[in-house]
C-alpha cells in the first residue's frame, strides 16, 4: 500500500468549462490561462485536454518550448513577456507571442531586427499599477512597436473584476486609447468574462474558472455552470475516542469539548493542504459533511468524526473538489482557491480521469 492521498484531474470537466467560457464570451477567441503549472493540474496535461482552445497562457520561455514540441500549433503567449533580449530569437523560432509592457523590451525588439514579424501584446497600465505602459506612454510605444514591423494585439488586466463597478473606469480609459486602432484587443480575465459582456474583446482570457473554481466571492462556481477538475482526497489512517478536555495536534490548539471520536487523515502542509486552515475547515469522510480539528500538521490532519459512526481506517476522505467546492475550503481557511489549487505538492500522485 502507498500513502493514499492523490489528486484526480477530470479532464471531462475541463473541456466542460472551457464550453461554458465560450458560451460566455462566443465572439471571442479563448486564451487559456495555465501558467504556474495548469493551476497546479500538470500544464501539458491540461493543454492536451484543452487544445480546442485558440491559445495557451503562460509564464516561462521553456515551457513555451515544451508546449510548442508537444505539438500545439495555435497561439502561445508569454504572459510576462521574455526576461532577456537574448530570448527574442527562441520566441521568433517557435513562433511565440509575447507581452511588451516595459520600454526595454521595445528597444529589444527593435535591436533584434528580426526578418519575422515578432507577436507582441502591448500592455497597457489601465489602473492595475503592475505590469505594462502608462497611458501617456502607450501612443510612443504603439509607434516604435509597429515600425519595428510588430504584430500588435492590445491588453490590459483588470484588478477588480470581480466587484460590481470592477472595471468602469479601467474600461473607460482603455477603451479611450484604442478606440480608433483597428488592432486586436484582450481584456477579460475569468471574472471580467463571466460579468462584463461589454469588456470581451478579441480575445478573452480566463484562468480559474477552466479549473472549475469561482473568480467571485459572492457566486458559486456552480452557479456559473463550472464543473470542478481537481479533487483532492485521501483516507483515515488511524482513529481514536477522546475525552473531554484531550488536545488534538501541535500546540494543542484544539480542546474537545466532550467525549468525541477523532480520525488522522494522510494529508498535511507539505502536500499543499493550507497550514492555516483553522479548526472547523469543511472536509468529506465517507461522502459526509465533516471538519478538520486543531492544527494541519506536515503531513496529516485531525477530522472529528463524531457524527460518522461508520468511519474507520481506510474510510475514503475529500479534502476538496467532487462534493465540496475548493472554493469553500479556501473561504475558510482564509484564502482563494487560485492558491490551494496551485500549491498542490509535487509529491502528490496526480491521475487524470477522462
Ligand atoms: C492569471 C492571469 C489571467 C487569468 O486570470 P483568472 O483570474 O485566473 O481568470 C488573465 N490575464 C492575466 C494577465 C493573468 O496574469
Redesign the pocket.
Known amino acids: 500500500m502507498t500513502r493514499p492521498i492523490r489528486a484526480t484531474v477530470d479532464l471531462t470537466a475541463l473541456r466542460h468549462n472551457l464550453g461554458v467560457a465560450r458560451s460566455y464570451a462566443p465572439h471571442s477567441r479563448i486564451m487559456a490561462?495555465i501558467?504556474a503549472n495548469g493551476y497546479g493540474h500538470g500544464m501539458l496535461q491540461v493543454a492536451k485536454a484543452l487544445a480546442s482552445a485558440d491559445g495557451f497562457?503562460i509564464l516561462n520561455l521553456a515551457e513555451a518550448i515544451a508546449l510548442r514540441e508537444s505539438g500545439f500549433s495555435k497561439d502561445i503567449l508569454l504572459?510576462e513577456g521574455f526576461f532577456s533580449a537574448d530570448e527574442i530569437p527562441l520566441l521568433v523560432q517557435h513562433e511565440l507571442s509575447t507581452v511588451i509592457h516595459a520600454p526595454w523590451q521595445i528597444d529589444a525588439v527593435l535591436q533584434a531586427r528580426s526578418s519575422t514579424p515578432i507577436q507582441a501584446w502591448l500592455k497597457i497600465n489601465s489602473g492595475m499599477n503592475r505590469l505594462g505602459f502608462q497611458p501617456d506612454e502607450f501612443p510612443a510605444a504603439l509607434q516604435k512597436l509597429q515600425q519595428a514591423g510588430a504584430k500588435v494585439t492590445l491588453m490590459t488586466?483588470f484588478a477588480c473584476a470581480d466587484e460590481s463597478n470592477g472595471i468602469t473606469e479601467q474600461l473607460a480609459l482603455f477603451n479611450a486609447l484604442v478606440h480608433d486602432l483597428q488592432l486586436p484587443r484582450s481584456l477579460s480575465?475569468?471574472?471580467a468574462l463571466l460579468s462584463f459582456p461589454d469588456a470581451l474583446g478579441d480575445w478573452a482570457?480566463?484562468?480559474?474558472?477552466l479549473y472549475g473554481a469561482s473568480?467571485m466571492n459572492h457566486k458559486s462556481a456552480s452557479e456559473f455552470g463550472l464543473k470542478p477538475v481537481m479533487t483532492l482526497s485521501s483516507e483515515i489512517i488511524a482513529t481514536r475516542d477522546i475525552h473531554a478536555g484531550a488536545k488534538v495536534g501541535y500546540g494543542g490548539s484544539f480542546c474537545a469539548p466532550g467525549t468525541m471520536r477523532i480520525g488522522t487523515v494522510a494529508c498535511g502542509y507539505a502536500d499543499g493542504y493550507p497550514r492555516h486552515a483553522p479548526s472547523g475547515t469543511p472536509v468529506l469522510v465517507e461522502g459526509q459533511h465533516s471538519r478538520i480539528i486543531g492544527r494541519v500538521s506536515m503531513d496529516m490532519l485531525t477530522v472529528d468524526l463524531t457524527r460518522i459512526p461508520e468511519a474507520r481506517i481506510g474510510s475514503p476522505v475529500t479534502l476538496w473538489g467532487e462534493g465540496l467546492p475548493v472554493d469553500v475550503v479556501a473561504a475558510a481557511a482564509g484564502t482563494i482557491s487560485?492558491e490551494l489549487l496551485c500549491a498542490i505538492a509535487a509529491r502528490v500522485p496526480m491521475s487524470e480521469v477522462a
Open positions: 490561462v501558467k497562457a504572459l488586466h480575465n475569468s471574472a482570457r480566463p484562468g480559474i474558472m473568480p487560485y
